[in-house]
């Protein structure tokens, strides 16, 4: 049995939905590395050194990441009793809620480090939801998607990542360039907040046209709801697969996290020293150009396979990735168009992998406990991922005699050892692309 029988409607609207929550959810979590040099003049003391400053605001990213696994535990085992789109309505609403919420908060002037942490305890909600609407979200897509176009697919849903942090960026600097960086760091930066509630319309508009998976409701016609997904993972022989899957999850993640949160810093630290306005900018153009090798990497999936395209990833970033980071870092300030190339090269590098992830994670698990196990191999990688900022920190203290006052070999470092567990995981796992993932015999 497969979607291709399902009504194309159904199948383009999962995929429309899907593609916008994304960009939601992409433009909330890019607003931190993005506005690392303003939240930090917003949240946190002016005796703070810059550098210092950002790496410490980063833990809002941190416990963003950290709690996405806890909702994508709780919601995606919901997601598996009572289906995916009930609980996409819950994570959505909640999600947006919260998105919009820092715009209203106090500043360190008015109230000191208490701002700092209410910003902290709505990031931790935040992220908590946001797990919640990956565990649904994303294989209700792909449980809608025909078998071979589901590298396809997958390569389009992850690519609103990309889409969603250009377009923080993009609005940032039109925010930066009409207020000025005074501004932004004194009241302009809660309009940017503001902005996330234009994709929640459209994203809710679109849940009243939305039916449940084919998958799911095929499953609960047959009677074959478990009673505890989540608990399922951990039973054999479906354990095996949960532990290669956790791998991979965190793998990918040090990958992406380093570069994409950092970029913007690394660009506005010596030796390149670019203005704000300028960093951002190269930033904008990087990420849309990203997307694009995004999609691409979701095709090839769907030609070569998830498994050899995954080693091949692996192996290239493993090879270059220094390299790379020391000419992102010293060449752009001598030709910014130079600098740029290779910050499009980087970036593409690191965010490839998730072009595909979305349909190997769903093909991993059968549909009784889909969401569950997309949940615990999208999410829980981040509860070792997700605090990527101390190891760039800690590295920094002993790399500093060669980055200077910078992160850029840091950062590298921590993606090369993303790259070589990413590929472990990807190497110890099997070929996914064609199977059927009505089949309930797979883990």
């Excluded at 697969?241 to 970029?263: C, D």
């Excluded at 000419?327 to 130079?338: D, E, P, R, T």
Aim: net charge positive; charged share 10%.
């Amino acid at each position: 049995m497969d979607s291709i029988g399902i009504s194309r409607k159904h199948i383009v609207l999962a995929i429309i939905f899907q593609f916008i929550i994304r960009i939601l959810e992409s433009y909330d979590i890019s607003i931190i590395g993005v506005m690392l040099p303003i939240l930090s003049a917003v949240f946190l003391p002016s005796k703070i050194p810059p550098l210092i400053a950002s790496l410490s605001m980063l833990v809002a990213l941190t416990v963003t990441l950290v709690f996405r696994p806890v909702g994508g535990m709780v919601l995606g085992h919901f997601a598996d009793k009572v289906g995916r789109k009930r609980m996409m309505i819950v994570s959505l609403i909640s999600l947006a809620a919260l998105s919009l919420l820092p715009a209203f908060l106090p500043s360190y002037s008015q109230v000191g480090l208490i701002s700092f942490y209410v910003f902290l305890i709505v990031r931790m909600l935040t992220g908590f939801f946001m797990g919640g609407e990956y565990a649904a979200g994303d294989p209700f897509a792909i449980e809608w998607t025909p078998a071979k176009w589901r590298g396809i697919v997958s390569g389009i849903l992850d690519s609103a990542f990309a889409f969603g942090m250009m377009t923080v960026t993009a609005t940032t600097l039109a925010f930066d360039k009409y207020f000025g960086l005074v501004a932004m760091k004194s009241w302009a930066w809660r309009y940017v907040f503001l902005t996330a509630l234009v994709p929640l319309i459209i994203g809710s508009l679109a849940l009243y046209l939305l039916k449940e998976s084919p998958a799911y409701a095929d499953v609960k016609k047959k009677g074959k709801v478990e009673k505890t997904p989540f608990l399922s993972l951990f039973k054999r022989p479906t354990v095996y697969t949960t532990l290669q899957v956790f791998l991979v999850s965190v793998g990918m993640f040090l990958m992406y996290y380093p570069f994409a949160s950092l970029e913007t810093t690394i660009l506005v630290s010596p030796p390149a020293h670019l203005k704000y306005s300028v960093a951002l900018s190269i930033v904008t153009l990087v990420t849309l150009v990203s997307a694009l090798f995004d999609l691409l990497s979701g095709l090839i999936s769907q030609l070569v396979g998830r498994r050899r395209w995954g080693l091949i990833l692996a192996f290239m970033t493993v090879l270059t990735i220094n390299p790379a980071m020391y000419g992102f870092a010293y060449i752009s300030k001598i030709n910014l168009f130079l600098g740029t190339l290779i910050g499009i090269y980087i970036a593409s590098l690191t965010i490839m992998q998730f072009g595909f992830i979305h349909a190997y994670f769903s093909e991993r698990f059968k549909t009784s406990h889909r969401s569950s196990g997309y949940a615990f191999g999208q999410l829980f990688g981040l509860f070792i991922a997700g605090f990527f900022t101390y190891y760039v920190d800690l590295l920094h203290k002993f790399m500093a005699p060669f980055e200077g006052n910078n992160v850029w070999l840091s950062v590298s470092i921590v993606i090369l050892i993303g790259a070589a567990l990413f590929g472990t995981g990807i190497f110890l796992g099997p070929e996914t692309k064609d199977v059927n993932i009505f089949d309930e015999e797979l883990a």
